[in-house]
């Protein structure tokens, strides 16, 4: 079923009106990948750029997006609205697997998919890295109408639900509400009630080009078990994804819907039999800090903002349907706070109610997600590397071993330089050998405390410390290092002044590494 369609209509009475606005802020940001600046915003929302800049003060503060200049820029921080859906919703936890065994063995993407309104949304993404490839993304919204899942989603709408089609059809004839996909055309196909029935009737259904010219898909539904609310319904939808140069839509559906069905009753089997979730950590402190940083900020932080988006995070694993007590018990606000900002998230349609539970919607993965669940180690790290080169006025650098070289060799990921007339100059993708530079040592393990230091072995007078970036299994991954001439800083000096900044900036990449690792997976570059 899909989720109610935010109402047109004004906000109710109760409904808290910087919430409202924030989240358009945070909408327009993930409608234009990521980044924007404040008279683009304004233009964007329509919001007076006052009250941009003091949403976009209030949303760095929490660490949602990053002020760069003029720009306004999404952090990985903002990823624990979309984590907080997805794991409350279980499936990707469940069921990533059995996708991505799919896309090894097929070599082709799989994607898993949730009915949204009268659009799907991916909640995973199993990649094939080619030249030619799907460029989807976890959080995207996709009209039912052009895809492969659509037609399931749709054989069990209502009537309300088909009659919400129609008129989001004629009010946007281009699909201009659909960021992710190409202008609809006027010679689209218009069949899609005879499709959904054909859908109903088959029990998979076929993506012929709908989307652009090339690109095939075939669906299977995953279908929520006896022992669920949703008992028999589709729970997800489950598409194997290719491009017409690889596969015809009917060798889809000949060659690969055979083996993607097995995939499912294996999904299926996943869901059956997974105990029940052990409800994780809630958030803590949360209205401290909001009434703390209004305290420090005043007027530049809108703390019904900050409020209302805490609520949010009250939902996860084991949290996926609360009432209000919960919501507030979870975050420390007052009943008639979290009743506020609930009333609001049902308007804008993130938030559905039932028998005076709640509920998030998957369209909370429109606050941020999808530009940030395509990302890399680099790109998370970068600017936290300018941050810690900045204030040090020493180049920083993050570096990975080189798999399979003997002997070991560390390979630059990315840099930060420090205006410096004598500095280090070296540049990403260079290759050194590890076991003569700090962070080779810190990633080769041979550092017993937490650090590795590097005195003049590679050159005469460079001189380097390094810490390791772990992962969320707690495994290095990475390793991070600040250099300089040995004239400058004595050892000393590098374990007292240096030492701590960096062992601070390897905590902020590891926790933005953490949360854009979740639910996807994050490549080193």
């Keep these: 079923m899909t989720a109610p369609s935010p109402s047109s209509s004004p906000p109710p009475a109760e409904a808290v009106t910087p919430l409202v606005r924030g989240v358009a802020v945070l909408t327009a940001l993930t409608e234009a990948g990521g980044t924007l600046s404040a008279s683009a915003l304004e233009r964007s929302t329509g919001l007076a750029r006052s009250t941009v800049d003091r949403i976009t003060a209030t949303l760095a503060r929490m660490g949602y997006v990053r002020l760069d200049g003029r720009d306004a820029v999404l952090t990985p921080r903002v990823m624990e609205l979309g984590n907080a859906y997805l794991s409350a919703l279980r499936l990707p936890s469940l069921l990533d697997g059995e996708a991505d065994a799919l896309a090894d063995e097929l070599d082709e993407s799989v994607s898993l998919a949730v009915g949204d309104r009268d659009g799907i949304r991916f909640i995973h993404q199993a990649t094939r890295r080619r030249a030619m490839s799907v460029s989807f993304r976890i959080g995207d919204l996709l009209p039912a109408e052009r895809t492969a899942p659509g037609p399931l989603f749709a054989a069990e709408w209502t009537d309300a639900d088909w009659s919400a089609w129609h008129t989001r059809r004629a009010a ?75 596969h015809t839509a009917a060798d889809l559906r ?51 903002l900050a409020r209302g988006l805490t609520v949010l995070t009250a939902f996860g694993e084991g949290r996926s349907s609360l009432t209000l007590t919960d919501v507030a018990q979870a975050t420390g606000l007052a009943r008639a706070t979290a009743r506020r900002a609930l009333i609001t998230y049902e308007h804008l349609g993130l938030v559905t109610a039932q ?82 530079t700090a962070l080779g040592r810190a990633l080769l393990d041979t550092a017993p405390h937490g650090y590795a230091l590097a005195d ?46 960096l062992r601070t900036t390897a905590d902020h990449i590891q926790s933005d590494l953490h949360l854009a690792s979740r639910f996807t997976h994050v490549p080193l570059a």
């Design 172 to 246: 946007d004839p281009t699909d201009a509400g659909f960021p992710a996909v190409p202008p609809r055309t006027p010679t689209a196909p218009t069949d899609f009630e005879s499709r959904a029935a054909q859908a109903r009737q088959n029990g998979w259904s076929l993506d012929d080009q709908l989307i652009e010219p090339g690109l095939v898909a075939v669906s299977a539904p995953v279908r929520a078990p006896a022992s669920s609310p949703g008992s028999g319904r589709i729970a997800c939808v489950a598409s194997v994804v290719s491009h017409t140069s690889r």
């Design 254 to 304: 000949e060659t690969l819907l055979p083996r993607l069905r097995t995939t499912v009753a294996a999904m299926e089997s996943q869901l059956r039999e997974a105990a029940p979730p052990e409800p994780g950590p809630a958030p803590a402190g949360l209205a401290i800090w909001t009434t703390a940083s209004k305290h420090e900020l005043g007027r530049d932080f809108v703390e019904s």
């Design 355 to 436: 028998d005076r539970r709640f509920t998030l919607t998957p369209r909370v993965l429109s606050l941020g997600y999808p530009p940030l669940s395509r990302t890399t180690l680099a790109h998370l790290a970068t600017p936290h590397l300018r941050a810690l080169a900045d204030r040090l006025h020493e180049p920083t650098a993050l570096a990975v071993l080189v798999p399979g070289t003997d002997p070991a060799a560390i390979q630059y990921l990315a840099v930060a330089a420090a205006t410096r007339v004598l500095t280090v100059d070296i540049t990403v993708g260079t290759r050194l050998p590890a076991n003569r």
């Design 456 to 501: 003049e072995e590679l050159e005469s007078g460079l001189r380097s410390i390094a810490v390791p970036v772990r992962d969320r299994t707690g495994r290095p991954v990475a390793a991070l290092n600040v250099a300089t001439h040995a004239a400058r800083r004595t050892l000393d000096n590098f374990l007292t002044e240096v030492l701590p900044h």
